[in-house]
């Protein structure tokens, strides 16, 4: 089969397009750049034309689609800007682009993918988490989060980062399920739902400072960024991006996965955790582990916080975790490496 990626050029959606291609699928991939283009060429030249690319620059821009829906039977879409800088207007920067960018794709493909018979959209735990729930709370697939729209109309620009890229995630994901149920298309729609996303690295990025949103946490951490007391604070749900693109690709491929959300989620975190791995893995260089407080090893798991429940992912898409362990050791291999790589 023929799969179209959306921004191929970004830290998830390059997993998923080497596991379409060592699935044998043919892959047309979405980027802004011909540089970009050529870089995913170049990783992947071992496939030869079994993958393509084509130039989209502007997520927003009416037909920029059109013609990459064109004879491919199923599409990914993970373009979606994810960071925190609103630069005074929250619309401006996330939220039009990921909600227009969401309706523009879905629009090329009801009008001119007449091959296409399922669209897997990234979307995340961001559309599911309301921060405005009290206590203890497992999140699951039924979960929507409602406080993070609410604030878009009520804060206008003084909306904080964070909230806004939450709120551009669950107006995008509704947006996707409202055209569905409006348009009624030909093909069905599946969610992949992540919580912080970690793990190694394949995409390109030309300095440190351009790594994507969760890995330039690491890599933060990993250079000074967390002090002691930072370790135990609640971080969140993590997963690794090799599972997050299983995910996407299975929910390819499965036809009962259709009409579904799955969270993918390794569970909860601390910032300890990540630590207690680097400091127990001979691999990282000193000069790193010197940058990364010791804290309280072992304590993780006392920190309570909410969990995101992936286990629907394991029982529709027969994901097994990847774990902690090796979620970090991985990823802090492969920044080693793109570090030497310079
Ligand atoms: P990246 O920043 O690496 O990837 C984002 C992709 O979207 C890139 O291909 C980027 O293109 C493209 N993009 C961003 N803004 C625009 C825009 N305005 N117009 C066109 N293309 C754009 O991040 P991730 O791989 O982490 O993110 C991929 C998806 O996963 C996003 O939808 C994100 O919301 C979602 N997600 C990520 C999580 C994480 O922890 N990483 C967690 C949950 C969900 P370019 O390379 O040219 O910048």
């Known amino acids: 089969d023929h799969v179209l990626v959306t921004g191929g050029s970004g830290f998830i959606a390059v997993w998923c397009v080497y596991q379409l291609l060592e699935r044998g699928h043919k892959v047309r991939t979405t980027v802004r750049s011909d540089a970009k283009g050529k870089y995913l060429q170049d990783l992947f030249k071992k496939y030869g034309d079994q993958l393509s690319f084509v130039i989209a620059e502007d997520l927003e821009k009416q037909g920029a689609f059109d013609d990459a829906v064109k004879g491919v039977d199923a ?47 990234t979307s ?20 929507w989060n409602i406080s993070s729209v609410e604030n878009v109309e009520k804060q206008g620009k003084d909306q904080e980062g964070p909230d806004a890229y939450r709120a551009s995630k669950t107006m995008a994901e509704r947006a996707a399920w409202e055209f569905v149920e409006e348009n009624k ?49 609640p971080s969140g ?7 997050v693109a299983y995910a996407h690709v299975e929910a390819l491929v499965r036809a009962d996965a259709g009409g579904n959300r799955f969270a993918t989620s390794l569970g909860p975190f601390v910032w300890q955790d990540v630590a207690d791995v680097i400091h127990a ?14 804290g309280k090893h ?17 029982r529709v898409l027969g994901l097994r975790y990847i774990q902690m362990q090796d979620v970090v050791k991985d990823m802090v291999a492969s920044l080693a490496d793109y570090e030497k790589r310079g």
């Open 75 to 121: 599409v990914l879409h993970t373009a979606s800007p994810f960071h925190f800088n609103i630069d005074g207007d929250p619309r401006g920067t996330l939220i039009n682009p990921a909600v227009n960018g969401t309706r523009n794709v879905l629009t090329s493909i009801h009008k001119h993918g007449k091959d296409v018979k399922r669209v897997v959209i």
């Open 124 to 143: 995340s735990f961001a559309a599911i988490l309301d921060s405005t729930r009290k206590g203890h709370i497992v999140y699951t697939e039924k979960d």
């Open 185 to 233: 298309p030909t093909w069905d729609l599946v969610t992949i739902n992540p919580p912080l996303v970690l793990g190694p690295i394949l995409h390109q990025v030309a300095a440190p400072e351009k790594l994507n949103t969760s890995v330039g946490f690491v890599w933060g951490l990993l250079h000074g960024s967390k002090k002691e007391d930072d370790l135990l604070a």
């Open 237 to 243: 749900n993590c997963v690794d991006v090799r599972d």
């Open 281 to 294: 893995d001979n691999a990282v260089p000193s000069e790193w582990k010197k940058q990364v407080p010791q």
């Open 298 to 314: 072992g304590e993780g798991s006392s920190v309570k916080q909410n969990e995101l429940d992936g286990s629907k992912a394991t």
